[in-house]
Every structure is written in structure tokens, then in C-alpha cells.
């Protein structure tokens, strides 16, 4: 079993950027496909990034694609989100997850909040 922290969020002008870290106990994060998810306001918690447990193959979706970049240190047990470009509608909070594959994530992180102000 994992155990997952996320740090990292906080208050940032549209624009700007942030990098979202979850550092993962209890067993490696090479172990896993490990995903980031947002949950806006009033929304649904919906799918951001995912690095196999390879870590060569990530995936993105459409609405971060270009703007955002998942990666991890095994060393550290770590992975990242960095996040450029933000706008207002990044707003949310970011939960890492970590599962066998995708789209199964079995254990959650208690997540960081981002707001992107105008």
C-alpha cells in the first residue's frame, strides 16, 4: 500500500506557474501508473496526467495538453506536475493517485489547492 502527500498549490496570477509535488511512502511510485486530477468547484473530479510506472509513457488531457508536464524522481519517490500558462479555469484541487493501471487508482492523495487569479 502507498501513501500519497501533495504540496505545491497555492495563489498565482494567470499566466504563471506552479509545480505540484506528491511524494509517495510505503512502496515506490515506479510500482504504479500514477495520475494527477482536478476538482474545480461545484465540479466533478476529472482525469490531468498520467506517467506509467516505466515512466517513459505519459499521457494528458486535452485541456492541460501543451501546458502541463508530469514527471517523477524515483530517487525521491516523487512525482510532479509543472504547470505553465495557467489561466483562471486551473482553479481546482489537485489530487495525485496511484493504481495498477489506468483508469484504476486504488489510493488517493488529500490533495493541494490551486487558484489562478485574473
Known amino acids: 500500500q502507498v501513501q500519497l502527500v501533495e504540496s505545491g498549490g497555492g495563489l498565482v496570477q494567470a499566466g504563471g506557474s506552479l509545480r505540484l509535488s506528491c511524494a509517495a511512502s510505503?512502496?515506490?511510485?515506479?510500482?504504479?501508473?500514477m495520475g494527477w486530477f482536478r476538482q474545480a468547484p461545484g465540479k466533478e473530479r476529472l482525469f490531468v496526467a498520467r506517467?506509467?510506472?516505466?515512466?517513459?509513457?505519459?499521457y494528458y488531457a486535452d485541456s492541460v495538453k501543451g501546458r502541463f508536464t508530469i514527471s517523477r524522481d524515483t530517487a525521491k519517490n516523487t512525482v510532479y506536475l509543472q504547470m505553465y500558462s495557467l489561466n483562471p479555469e486551473d482553479t481546482a484541487d489537485y489530487y495525485c493517485a496511484a493504481g495498477l493501471r489506468h483508469p484504476f487508482y486504488d489510493f488517493w492523495g488529500q490533495g493541494t489547492h490551486v487558484t489562478v487569479s485574473s
Open positions: 506517467i506509467s510506472g516505466s515512466g517513459g509513457v505519459t
Open positions: 510505503g512502496r515506490t511510485v515506479s510500482d504504479y501508473t
